[in-house]
């Protein structure tokens, strides 16, 4: 076991960083033996171990704190969502007794972890909701190693924070109520970003942006048929501003003149090599 850092009381620690891998295999199979379960075969190396329709762990105090406190507070989600459990106290040390319930997600194919995603989230919601987070299920991607499918029912395990980070001025309990609210909150935003709908599409006005050879483009709006067989309206229309170049400098602009109903002339300016129009005649 690597040495007890400074600051650091060594009980409390060794509590959050648990057993060597080794040593909990060691303890699974001395508890399996202890209680005439008669279990000789070799461990998997992640410390798991499933004997007669159960699965035993290995699990941290700070873990067993936290599902005390589901059960306290959230016993109905747990019922609902995670397979029946017991936790059993050998010495100093916890294991976890759970019933085996459909198979892992993570060996399906990927068709059916995208039907599941959206149940998988709708669940964490629940109980991120009521304030508890689960700890490794949301993460960069779903961990689909902890969630169990079996008929198209959803259940998780594996519930408590994956890791605390580390502080010398700080006692375990501070530290493992910082982690966990900052969990929750890690959690919720991820749920809340993966659950907003998609903005839906305007279409009842549509826009075409057109390019030019120029390297400049511009908007037009469709317009209805009535409106596409409105006379265009010269006299009233604003002046355009002149077209500016990259560097600045104004670009050379054809004018056009046109007489208003009080003969006074009216200016419009158009980009050279930007835009073609059709002029009614109306000199006479």
Request: without cysteine; glycine residues 6%.
């Amino acid at each position: 076991m690597k040495p007890v850092e400074q600051g650091f009381i060594s009980q409390e620690f060794e509590e959050i960083k648990g057993l060597p891998q080794e040593k909990q295999i060691l303890l699974l199979k001395n508890f399996l033996n202890d209680n005439s379960l008669n279990f000789t075969r070799d461990v998997t190396n992640n410390a798991n171990i499933i004997y007669k329709g159960h699965h035993y762990k290995y699990i941290l105090p700070h873990v067993v704190e936290y599902y005390n406190k589901m059960e306290q507070n959230i016993n109905d989600l747990l019922n609902k969502y995670h397979p029946k459990y017991r936790i059993f106290k050998v010495g100093v040390h916890f294991i976890m007794q759970s019933e085996i319930f459909g198979e892992s997600l993570n060996n399906k194919n990927e068709d059916i972890k995208l039907q599941a995603k959206a149940k998988i989230k709708n669940i964490m919601k629940e109980f991120l909701d009521r304030g508890f987070y689960h700890g490794d299920l949301l993460t960069s991607k779903i961990n689909y190693g902890n969630v169990l499918e079996s008929n198209g029912e959803i259940k998780l395990i594996d519930f408590g924070l994956l890791s605390i980070e580390k502080d010398a001025s700080k006692e375990k309990s501070i530290l493992i109520a910082e982690s966990e609210a900052r969990q929750l909150q890690i959690e919720r935003d991820k749920v809340s970003k993966q659950l907003v709908p998609p903005t839906p599409n305007i279409k009842n006005k549509s826009k075409q942006r057109v390019r030019f050879n120029s390297g400049r483009s511009i908007n037009f709006t469709r317009e209805s048929p009535q409106q596409r067989l409105r006379p265009p309206n010269f006299l009233n229309s604003p002046a355009a501003s002149p077209s500016v170049t990259p560097t600045g400098s104004p670009k050379r602009v054809r004018q056009l003149n046109f007489g208003d109903a009080l003969g006074e002339p009216k200016r419009l300016k158009f980009s050279e090599g930007i835009l073609k129009i059709k002029v009614l005649n109306i000199a006479n």
